[in-house]
């Protein structure tokens, strides 16, 4: 990544997101920036929080700019307010979106972009769309979402004063489009359903690098990646663990990812005495090594904007099961290409001990994954490409 001069006579293009951490959207944007058409385009990166993993990865024709901070006495004030109200929000027992209350208590110091662009763009819902609405001066605005915002906790009608003020809104999946519109967050003739974007060559290729974690197990490997968060309910997964354990089935289940439920999760697997069982892997900057060695992939989600570890599961040709949010539909073909569970214990343990004991089923299952085609880094990005070039 570099500063670059601007050019004359090509449109400027602003991205926003929170960071570049190890998650969906991030790894979607470091996908999809390299696909850009930088002839007909000038891009520019800020992001809200730096020293993501990912930041690594951004092309050199993307000018990294600084994120717009209140001075220190704005600061102060501003995470002050954000302190108490979080407090006070507690005690009364009202529930509201860390983004929105962060939004409300720091939005009288956050300054704003004094550059002007042609088309700004906010790649994640929560902050960095608040800010592009108020905050960026911009003659057309879009605004991603890659999250079931209702189900993540977000207000319809809070959120639906930022989405009113944009003139396109992208979704990750055609389920999500309409719970989005239904629930009142955005109008439908605003949406544009784009794919979240995987580069298949450099998955496979990052997948061949050598990881020890697998290789000495002799039981089944499971293997499930994401946030230790909420919304990917790890507590289902330990859970399910434990019904394995006592259905007799030797097996080493590795979480890859970090969060906020670490130490949550770790307490359970301590409680539950799943310490033999089950590897908090931590974050990985690159975690397809562990899904070339495993021989199942697990998605215990509650919810999911579109479920981007599925598609890399597939394009590694392994074995899914996957409980039955919305969106999974979108990728699981149930019987097909993997195996959509109910969200119970019980249901996910049943569906991996299938697999397990069905030699002839999991085949089928790797032959159609082999059989399928990841296509979004060609086709998506041409969505994307003509929405910043002609809006």
């Known amino acids: 990544m570099s500063s670059v001069r601007r050019i004359d006579g090509m449109k400027t293009v602003l991205f926003i997101i929170d960071s570049l951490n190890c998650g969906g959207a991030e790894k979607s944007l470091v996908s999809l920036l390299p696909l850009l058409d930088y002839s007909q385009m000038d891009v520019s990166l800020s992001i809200v929080r730096r020293g993501g993993v990912f930041e690594q990865y951004l092309p050199s024709e993307v000018r990294l700019i600084p994120f717009p901070k209140p001075g220190p006495v704005g600061r102060f004030f501003s995470n002050a307010l954000f302190s108490v109200s979080r407090r006070v929000l ?53 605004a991603w979402i890659n999250t079931d915002m209702l189900n993540a906790g977000y207000r319809p009608h809070f959120n639906r004063q930022f989405y009113d003020r944009m003139d396109c809104v992208c979704t990750v999946s055609d389920p999500l489009s309409g719970r989005l519109s239904d629930a009142g967050f955005v109008s439908q003739d605003k949406i544009r359903v784009i794919k979240d974007i995987l580069n298949v060559d450099v998955i496979k290729s990052l997948s061949d690098v050598p990881m020890d974690t697998f290789k000495t197990q002799k039981s089944i490997k499971i293997l499930t990646v994401g946030r230790l968060a909420f919304p990917k309910n790890y507590r289902l997964a330990i859970e399910t663990a434990d019904v394995l354990r006592e259905k007799g089935l030797m097996f080493i289940w590795v979480f890859v990812g970090e969060g906020d439920e670490r130490e949550l999760l770790e307490t359970m697997i301590r409680q539950k005495g799943l310490q033999d069982q089950i590897i908090l892997a931590g974050l990985q900057l690159n975690p397809y090594p562990y899904f070339k060695s495993c021989d199942i992939y697990v998605q215990t989600s509650s919810f999911e904007g579109f479920g981007l570890t599925l598609s890399e599961a597939k394009i590694l040709h392994k074995p ?72």
């Open 90 to 142: 507690a005690i009364l027992g009202i529930k509201r979106h860390g983004a929105e209350v962060a939004w409300i208590c720091k939005r009288p110091f956050v300054p704003k972009f004094k550059e002007h662009f042609d088309v700004a763009v906010s790649y994640q819902q929560g902050f960095p769309t608040y800010f592009l609405a108020n905050k960026v001066n911009s003659d057309k605005k879009v």
């Open 320 to 391: 899914i099961v996957t409980t039955n949010f919305p969106s999974a539909i979108n990728q699981i073909h149930d019987g097909k290409n993997g195996l959509i569970a109910e969200m119970t214990p019980k249901s996910i343990a049943e569906k991996i001990l299938r697999l397990v004991n069905d030699h002839a089923l999991m085949e089928t299952i790797i032959r159609e994954t082999k059989n399928e085609q990841n296509r979004t880094a060609e086709t998506e990005s041409v969505k994307v490409n003509q929405l910043l070039t002609e809006i």
